[in-house]
């Protein structure tokens, strides 16, 4: 259903200066602009086209003002993946390409990597009987049970490793700016509420009949 989720720390460790005397320390900015541009390479360069993996830088944070390189930059990042052996070269990859792409710019690096989440896998029974219920509830038209996975993560993938279950998405709409969730314009959509509530209502009358 869902990937595994990763994090990352990069502090990239090079030696202030003032930006008017560039050659008078080691500059991290500019070796953090070559990661995050090697980085689009990551996945190609080691990952098979018919894997999935996805590798995200979502935080810069460097310097204080315009005219002072700053002694350090960190990146912070998510990675996702649904294999555990793509999992493993890829994190591999990443503390390669960061230590040889710092050692070029002549900064230091540090590397902070931890494995949060595993993947959600759905059983097949209990995704079934959900399926049903979903239909019994919205119509045959309005359930699609060919979903494909995403590359999004869930920490229900922990409650799926100890018992038998399924997870499931109530639509909210097209994926447009309104819809997708993590951006500033997301809007739930109202409508989604009825149906929720009444699936909800029918799994339990359902399992557990009177």
Not at 72 to 78: A, E, H, K
Not at 80 to 87: A, G, H, I, L, P
Not at 97 to 120: C, F, K, S, W
């Amino acid at each position: 259903m869902y990937a595994s989720y990763d994090v990352f720390e990069i502090t990239l460790q090079g030696f202030g200066t003032h930006a008017a005397l560039p050659y008078a320390g080691r500059d991290p900015v500019v070796a953090a602009g070559h990661v995050i541009t090697a980085m689009q390479t990551l996945v190609r360069s080691n990952v098979h086209p018919l894997d999935s993996a996805v590798v995200s830088i979502t935080q810069v944070h460097a310097g204080n003002t315009w005219n002072v390189i700053p002694e350090s930059v960190v990146l912070c990042g998510t990675a996702r993946f649904f294999k555990e052996q793509v999992q493993d070269r890829v994190e591999e990859a990443l503390h390669t390409l960061v230590q040889n792409t710092a050692a070029a710019h002549g900064v230091d690096a540090q590397i902070r990597y931890e494995r949060r989440y595993p993947p959600t896998v759905n059983h097949e029974k209990e995704t079934e009987f959900a399926a049903r219920v979903a239909i019994d509830v919205a119509g045959t038209d309005r359930v699609d049970t060919n979903l494909v996975p995403a590359m999004a993560a869930e920490d229900f993938s922990f409650m799926l490793q100890k018992r038998p279950g399924a997870y499931i998405n109530v639509g909210n709409g097209p994926f447009d700016g309104g819809s997708y969730l993590h951006n500033p314009r997301y809007n739930f959509n109202d409508a989604a509420l009825p149906y929720g509530a009444s699936y909800w209502v029918k799994l339990v009358e359902t399992y557990l009949p009177a």
